[in-house]
């Protein structure tokens, strides 16, 4: 899928990559000292020096750390630079998971993972290894710049006599259009026989049972209410106060499962002591669905994986709501009712499972990215099969970041929010929500966009209805008055 480049969010994303890096200096760098590089008057060049808090964008002096003061450092014969104060001033190219302590930088159509502490590297998911670890200091990521350039096919010189460091960035084709919502071949339709998608402006907990009520859902047996608990500190999760009247109108338990990346709902223990911070025990059960293993169930039309690991719990259950907040996410692009059924109801093993395509239990990392979004659309179906289609689906599209409830510090959202969104076809819904991002002003919703693109998430939109999960075409209708 091409993307476009907005020339100032280049300029600002090359400020992105310079300042959030760590630098190699002298030999280790450049055999034989400074290099010769021919300048491109179309390239973008930059230009940083040890203990100087300002840096030259062809030419032009701008901050390293905007109000910080911030300058690279020489630390064990490498350059450090810190990244917090850049990831949380430029969304969708900069991407930080707080409980994964992983940073995913994305540049054109080329993507880079690393992690701190550790020396294992992803370029576009195939794994190398850096000759050395990313590492927090005084609060500011830092990373190496000699994987990070040659990923992103930049040139480095340094310069040993005045420890400055030179970035040349070649200059971006510019006239690549992006992809629209209508582009997609996706539409609100008249079509009578295509699924309805239910949406409401309003984002208040009567909002929230009104939209449900108007599916003409029959909640019965136990029902599970599928949603993330939220990361902490500061993620965007759906918050109790929002959602008592709708769980407890269905005497519905909160149903989650533990992550494969670490943080604090790890394991199950720290998991429900989420829950209780974040206020969900206060209002109804909540059932970590994989405290007791996991349970694999079938996927009959799987391309990709031909099984799904669910928590053992979801055995208890005779119907399920999905009740997502739609946001971006790291990994996926976005995140509303397909990742919520798939990664949500994995346990933390089938997480892995997902997200390597069906290559390992045991690490979500450096699988192939379609294939991931293949394997979410698959595991979806089979849980779907598995609760014999007795699952309904609500999005809820406020406090749109680019991250996910599973980042604990996400970045601001620049969309603003929209409503509550249900239907019976999860892919309708999705792409009802997507095409209302893809509708709204770049100016808001650009990041999102951007973000969504740099994943290829809408491919899991795509392998869903070709695998008969759901429909993109689809009926509109307000309830609003």
Known sequence: MEKSVNGKKLWLFIAVIAAVCVIFAGVALLSGGAQ???????????????????????????????????????????TLMPIRAIIESVGGTVDWDEAAQTVTLTY????????????????????????????????????????????????????QDTQTVTIHVPAVDMSKETPTASGSETEDTDDADAPTVYMTTEITPEALVEIYEQLGFNAEGNVAVKMSTGEPPNSNYLRPELIKDLVQSVDGTIVECNTAYGGSRANTAMHYQVAEDHGFTEI????????????EIPIENGTTINENYVGANLANY??????????????????????????????????????????????????????FCEAMAEATSGVVDYLDGKVVYINVMNNISIDCDCDGNPAEPDMHDVGILASTDPVALDQACIDIVYDTDRSQSGTLIDRIESRNGLHTLEHAEAIGLGSRTYNLVSIDE
């Open 284 to 295: 109804a059960d909540v059932d970590i669905m994989d405290e007791n293993g996991s349970l």
């Open 36 to 78: 010769t590089v021919t300048s491109d008057e179309n390239e973008t060049v930059l230009t940083l020096q040890i203990g100087n808090p300002e840096m030259t964008v062809n030419g032009t002096a701008q901050e390293v750390d905007p109000g910080r003061g911030t300058a690279p450092v020489i630390v064990s014969d490498r």
């Open 318 to 371: 005779d119907s399920l709501i999905s009740l997502a907040h739609f946001k971006g996410h790291a990994m996926a692009g976005f995140g509303g009712a397909i990742k919520n059924m798939s990664i949500g109801i994995a346990s933390a093993e089938g997480k892995s499972w997902i997200h390597s395509g069906g290559e390992s239990m045991t690490s979500p990392w450096g699988g192939d990215q379609d294939k």
């Open 108 to 159: 054109q159509d080329d993507t880079i993972r690393l992690t701190v502490n550790s020396t294992e590297a992803y370029l576009n998911n195939e794994a190398s290894t850096l000759d050395v670890a990313p590492a927090i200091i005084n609060d500011r990521t830092m990373m190496p710049i000699r994987f990070i350039a040659e990923g992103f096919q930049f040139t480095v010189e340094w310069a």
